[in-house]
C-alpha cells in the first residue's frame, strides 16, 4: 500500500507532466537564427579540405613556377656572368644579381663616349669600372690613337692614384685596363703583393698589350676577344664582358698569357631544382584518445581511458624538390592507429554479436530506476543479459528495444578494447633546411590527407552501465576523409654524395575529424618520430 | 512527418524537419523548463540552450521511438535547466538545514496528505504548476527531482552537490509548503475560481 506520500505526489505528477506552455514567439527566430550560424559554420568545417587543397595547390604552383623560370632563363645569361666574386654563401647572391643589372645597363652606352670615362678612377661603383674596361679593350679598333694618348696620359698619373685605392680592386682594373690598349705598360711593384685579384688584372693589361688587331690571332687564350672584332659594338662588349669577368682568378701562374677554366662556380641563383626520393617509417610516441564521443550528451556518463597502443605507426615515400634552403615535398604513405580502451562503466561484451531468444525475464527496480534483466542459458548456466535499454521517466519505465531477438551482450565490469583505424594519407609538406656540412638541420609542415581505409574495434553507445557497443566498421563510412596538419623538425646526415639518413620529430595535429552520423568522431593528434633514407638523383 | 523522418530531416540539418521538430515539442518542453526556472526568461534562456543541443546532437540519437526521442530530449532540457540553477542553488540548499519534523507532528502530516486527493484533482494542472512555480528555488528543484523525474534523493544529493539530508529537508519544506498553498485556496473559497 502506498504510503499517503507516495500518494500525494503521484497525483502532483500525474497533474504536471503533460503540460504543455506555448514559449514566446521571438524564441523561434532566436533558435533558427544560431542554428544558422551553426549550419554555417558548419559548412566551413567541412569545407575547410578542400579549400586548404586549393591553398596547398596555388603555393605549390607559384613555387614550380619560380623554379621554372629561373632554370630556364636564357643561354646568353648564363654563359654570361661568372663572377669570381660570387660567394657561396646567401648574401652575396643579391650582389651577383646586381652586378648583372649593372652590367646589362652599361652595355647599352656607346664605346666611344666611355673612352673618356676610363680616367674615372673614383667610381666606387665595380660595374662602372667593368665596363671602362671592357670599352676600351673591344673598342680600340675605332679609336686605338686617341686611346693611346688618353691611356698613357693615364699611365703617368695612375700609381697616383692607384697608390690611394691599391685595395680597391675594381679600380685597380680600370687604370690597368686603360693602359692595355695603349703601349705595355710596366706593372708597378706595389700591385705585385696586392690580393689575388689584382693579378688577375695584371693578366688581362698583359693579354691586352699584346693583342694587336694584326696579331690576335695569334694570341693564346683570347680567342674570343678577337672574335669579336666582327661584331658590332654592343655584341662585341657583351662577349668582352664575359670575357673579362671570367678571367679573374683563372689565371695559369706559370704562363701568365694561357687562361685555364676551372669550373665554373655554380650560381646558385639558377641551380636547377634538386630532386630526391625518400623513403621513411615513423611511429607514435603520444597519442591524444582517437575516439571521440558525442559533445554534449547530458544524459550519458561515458567514463573510459585511452591509451596509445602498438602499432601506431606511418610508412611512407615521398619525393622532394628542393633548391637552396627551401623544398617542397609530397608523398603518399599507410598510416594505422591503434589505441587501448579501458573502462570500469560499460557493460559489454563486443565477441557475442548474436541474436537469442531469452529464457527468462525479470525486472530489478532499485534507488536509482529500473532495468529489465533477460537470462540467457548457456551451458547449463543461466546468465544475466543486460539487453533491454530502460528509461525511467516520471517514475514510469519505458521499453526502448523490441525485446524479442534482439542484440544481447554479456555483462563485463572490466571492459577493455583495442580500437584501430587504417589510412592511406597524402602528406604535402614545404619546409627549409640548413647545413652545417653534412648535418642538415630544418623544419616542415603541411597538411595530411586522410583517407580511411578500415577500422577494427568497437565504440559504446547507450547509457551508464547499461551500454551496449557498436562496431567500428558499421559507425565509419570507408573512404571517408580526415585533415591534418603536421610540423617537423629534421636533422639529416649525407653519408654520401646521393643518399641522406633522416630522422625527423613531428606533431600531427587534427583539422578536420572523421565523424559519424551518430556523432562519433575519429580525431588524430599525436606526437611522433619518423626514421627515413633518402636518395638524391 | 513521422519521427523517423523528423529525426533524419533534423540530422541533415532541413529547416522543415528543424522547423517541425520545434512546433511539436517546444511547448512541452517550455513547461518543462520552466518547471524549474520560475524566472520566464531564464526559462527561455534555458529552452533555448536545450533546443540548440538537441539539434546539434540529434544525429548522436540513433533510436527512433518517439517516447524516447521526447525522454531524450526532456533529460537535456531538465540538465541544461539544472546547470542554470546548480551556481547558486547549493548555497541557498545549504543555507537552512532544520528539523521540520519539529514543527509539525508525523501524525498531522501523514493525515494532512489523505485530505488532498481529491481537491489536487479538482484543482488542475495549471493551477498545481503555478504554486510550484512559486516555491523558491531549492525547494521546487529538489520536488521536480523527486516527484516529477523519480530521482533517490541520493542522486538528487549527487547532481546538485549537496548532502542527503539537504535534499530530503528541501523536500519536506517543498512538500508543506504546497500544501499549506492549497489549503490557502481551499480556505478562502478560491478553488472555483482557480479551477
Not at chain 1, 506555448?22 to 527566430?29: E, G, N, R, T, W
Not at chain 1, 557475442?352 to 527496480?365: A, I, L, R, S
Not at chain 2, 502530516?109 to 498545481?128: P, Q
Amino acid at each position: 500500500m502506498k504510503s499517503p506520500e507516495k500518494n500525494f505526489d503521484e497525483l502532483i505528477k500525474q497533474q504536471l507532466s503533460d503540460i504543455e506552455i506555448q514559449p514566446p514567439a521571438p524564441l523561434k527566430k532566436q533558435v533558427f537564427g544560431k542554428l544558422a550560424m551553426l549550419a554555417f559554420f558548419r559548412y566551413i568545417k567541412r569545407n575547410s579540405l578542400f579549400v586548404l587543397l586549393l591553398l596547398m595547390i596555388s603555393v605549390l604552383g607559384i613555387f614550380s613556377y619560380n623554379a621554372s623560370r629561373e632554370t630556364g632563363s636564357d643561354p646568353k645569361e648564363n654563359n654570361g656572368y661568372k663572377s669570381s666574386s660570387y660567394k657561396t654563401d646567401n648574401e652575396n647572391d643579391n650582389t651577383a644579381a646586381q652586378k648583372n643589372q649593372d652590367i646589362t645597363f652599361d652595355e647599352k652606352k656607346s664605346d666611344a663616349t666611355h673612352n673618356e670615362n676610363t680616367t674615372h678612377n673614383s667610381n666606387s661603383n665595380t660595374n662602372n669600372n667593368t665596363q671602362d674596361l671592357a670599352d676600351n679593350t673591344t673598342g680600340s679598333e675605332k679609336n686605338i690613337q686617341p686611346e693611346t694618348e688618353h691611356s698613357a696620359a693615364k699611365t703617368a698619373v695612375a700609381p697616383a692614384i692607384n697608390n690611394s685605392q691599391k685595395r680597391h680592386d675594381d679600380n685597380l682594373t680600370s687604370n690597368l685596363a686603360t693602359s692595355a690598349s695603349g703601349t705595355p705598360t710596366e706593372i708597378l711593384p706595389e700591385y705585385e703583393n696586392n690580393d689575388h685579384t689584382q693579378g688577375n688584372n695584371l693578366a688581362i693589361n698583359k693579354s691586352g698589350t699584346a693583342l694587336q688587331e694584326t696579331s690576335n690571332a695569334a694570341a693564346s687564350g683570347v680567342q674570343e676577344i678577337n672574335k669579336t672584332t666582327g661584331y658590332s659594338p654592343n655584341v662585341r662588349t657583351e662577349f668582352a664582358i664575359s670575357e673579362m669577368l671570367t678571367l679573374p682568378g683563372l689565371i695559369d701562374t706559370e704562363n701568365s698569357l694561357k687562361v685555364s677554366y676551372p669550373p665554373a662556380p655554380v650560381n646558385k641563383m639558377r641551380q636547377p631544382l634538386s630532386w630526391s626520393v625518400g623513403m621513411n617509417i615513423g611511429h607514435s610516441l603520444l597519442q591524444y584518445p582517437l575516439t571521440r564521443l558525442p559533445e554534449n550528451r547530458d544524459d550519458d556518463t561515458y567514463s573510459y581511458s585511452s591509451t596509445l597502443y602498438y602499432p601506431s605507426i606511418t610508412a611512407g615515400i615521398d619525393i622532394r624538390a628542393e633548391k637552396r634552403h627551401l623544398f617542397f615535398e609530397a608523398g603518399v604513405q599507410y598510416a594505422r592507429f591503434t589505441e587501448n580502451i579501458k573502462s570500469d562503466n560499460v557493460l559489454i561484451n563486443p565477441q557475442n554479436h548474436q541474436f537469442y531468444n531469452f529464457t527468462g525475464q525479470t525486472m530489478n527496480v532499485d534507488t536509482g530506476g529500473g532495468s529489465y534483466h533477460y537470462f540467457w542459458i548457456c551451458d547449463s548456466v543461466p546468465r544475466l543479459l543486460d539487453s533491454v535499454w530502460t528509461w525511467k521517466i516520471d517514475t514510469t519505465y519505458l521499453n526502448l528495444y523490441d525485446t524479442v531477438n534482439t542484440k544481447v551482450y554479456d555483462t563485463l565490469h572490466h571492459p577493455e578494447w583495442r580500437n584501430s583505424y587504417t589510412f592511406i594519407e597524402l602528406p604535402l609538406s614545404v619546409g627549409w633546411q640548413y647545413n652545417f656540412g653534412k648535418l642538415n638541420v630544418g623544419i616542415k609542415t603541411g597538411p595530411i590527407m586522410s583517407l580511411l581505409v578500415g577500422t577494427k574495434g568497437f565504440v559504446p553507445s547507450g547509457r551508464n552501465e547499461q551500454a551496449y557497443m557498436n562496431t567500428l566498421d558499421s559507425e565509419f563510412k570507408k573512404f571517408s576523409m580526415g585533415l591534418s596538419w603536421h610540423i617537423a623538425t629534421m636533422v639529416s646526415y649525407l653519408i654520401n654524395e646521393r643518399i641522406l639518413l633522416e630522422c625527423q620529430p613531428y606533431y600531427r595535429m587534427n583539422l578536420k575529424s572523421i565523424s559519424t552520423s551518430s556523432g562519433y568522431a575519429m580525431k588524430n593528434n599525436s606526437l611522433g618520430i619518423t626514421v627515413g633514407v633518402r636518395y638524391f638523383f | 512527418m513521422e519521427i523517423i523522418e523528423l529525426i533524419d530531416g533534423c540530422r541533415k540539418w532541413h529547416k522543415k524537419a528543424q522547423n517541425e521538430l520545434y512546433d511539436k515539442y517546444a511547448p512541452r518542453l517550455f513547461a518543462v523548463s520552466l518547471r524549474y526556472v520560475a524566472d520566464r526568461d531564464l526559462a527561455r534562456d534555458v529552452l533555448q540552450e536545450a533546443l540548440i543541443k538537441i539539434y546539434k546532437n540529434i544525429g548522436s540519437f540513433t533510436l527512433t521511438d518517439d517516447k524516447a526521442f521526447y525522454c531524450w530530449m526532456h533529460r537535456i532540457t531538465v540538465n541544461t535547466a539544472l546547470n542554470h540553477l546548480r551556481k547558486d542553488l547549493k548555497n541557498k540548499l545549504n543555507t537552512e538545514i532544520q528539523n521540520f519534523e519539529n514543527e509539525i507532528s508525523n501524525d498531522t502530516y501523514e493525515e494532512s496528505f489523505s485530505v488532498y486527493d481529491e481537491i489536487i484533482a479538482c484543482i488542475g494542472s495549471r493551477a498545481l504548476f503555478t504554486m510550484v512555480g512559486e516555491l523558491p528555488d531549492g525547494y521546487r528543484t529538489v520536488f521536480n527531482l523527486y516527484v516529477v523525474e523519480g530521482f533517490s534523493h541520493k542522486e538528487i544529493a549527487e547532481q546538485l552537490d549537496i548532502t542527503i539530508n539537504t535534499s530530503k529537508t528541501q523536500l519536506f519544506k517543498a512538500r508543506k509548503m504546497l500544501m499549506s498553498k492549497i489549503n490557502g485556496i481551499v480556505k478562502n473559497n478560491t478553488l472555483k475560481e482557480v479551477v
